[in-house]
């Protein structure tokens, strides 16, 4: 298993504003996901964060609204740019454990509301 | 998009009788996990099934895999007040170097007293 914790836990943001989600693994490891749940809706995958490397984004997400950083195997962030009340959500981090990082431990998510 | 369909939206039950959500999905599989959140919060990973399996078990969980159909059910057995959450399952297609969750719609699950 993993420990995995976020900061902030939620938050409370004006539109136009940016905010950086931090995530933090009690334990090394090569691959990081960021996830964004929207109310009342199912998770979808933001990115791939590698050590290292540049993230991978799935379609529909795009470096300069969610820039990530991976400075070392046991961190990364997440920012949220130039926020709309779209952008109001639940984002998770998680990380893969096994072979093929199979299944996945989840941080705790921070709740953000944008006004 | 590619993520799977889950039924019931939604499902109440009492304490101690049986809750059966399924879970369908579009594209060949590597496995295919179920996970569990609670109120809003971080997912926990409850079972992962294999494309080559059929059954598995997990003390009161019970997950089934038709490959052919692609769809999946999970069964919780005398399920408990505890048991309220949201219920996720979750394909993977493994593309060789990282296995890429694709989420289902989820099955929001009540258990009343």
């Known amino acids: 298993s993993a420990v995995i914790s976020q900061k902030p836990s939620r938050d409370i943001c004006q539109r136009g504003t940016s905010l950086t989600i931090q995530c933090q693994v009690d334990s090394q490891v090569t691959m990081m996901f960021w996830y964004r749940q929207q109310p009342g809706q199912s998770l979808t995958l933001i990115a791939t964060?590698?050590?290292?490397?540049?993230?991978?984004?799935e379609s529909g997400f795009v470096i300069d609204k969610f820039p990530i950083s991976r400075p070392n195997l046991t961190f990364s962030t997440l920012t949220v740019s130039n926020m709309s009340p779209e952008d109001s959500s639940i984002y998770l981090c998680?990380?893969?454990?096994?072979?093929?990082?199979?299944?996945?431990?989840f941080g705790p998510g921070t709740r953000l509301l944008v006004l | 998009s590619q993520q799977g369909e889950e039924d019931p939206q939604a499902l109440s039950i009492q304490e101690g009788e049986n809750a059966t959500m399924n879970c369908s999905y579009k594209?060949?599989?590597?496995?295919l996990q179920w996970y569990r959140q609670n109120s809003g919060r971080g997912l926990v990973h409850l079972i992962l099934?294999?494309?080559?399996?059929r059954e598995k078990h997990s003390g009161r969980l019970r997950v089934t895999l038709d490959t052919s159909k692609k769809s999946s059910s999970l069964l919780i057995t005398a399920s408990r007040a505890a048991d309220t959450a949201s219920y996720f399952c979750?394909?993977?297609?493994?593309?060789?170097?990282?296995?890429?969750?694709?989420f289902g719609t989820g099955t929001r699950l009540q258990v009343t007293l």
């Open positions: 964060a590698n050590q290292g490397s540049e993230a991978t984004y």
């Open positions: 099934i294999r494309s080559n399996e």
């Open positions: 594209t060949s599989i590597n496995n």
């Open positions: 998680s990380v893969g454990r096994g072979v093929f990082q199979e299944t996945q431990y």
């Open positions: 979750a394909t993977a297609a493994n593309t060789g170097t990282a296995s890429k969750l694709t």
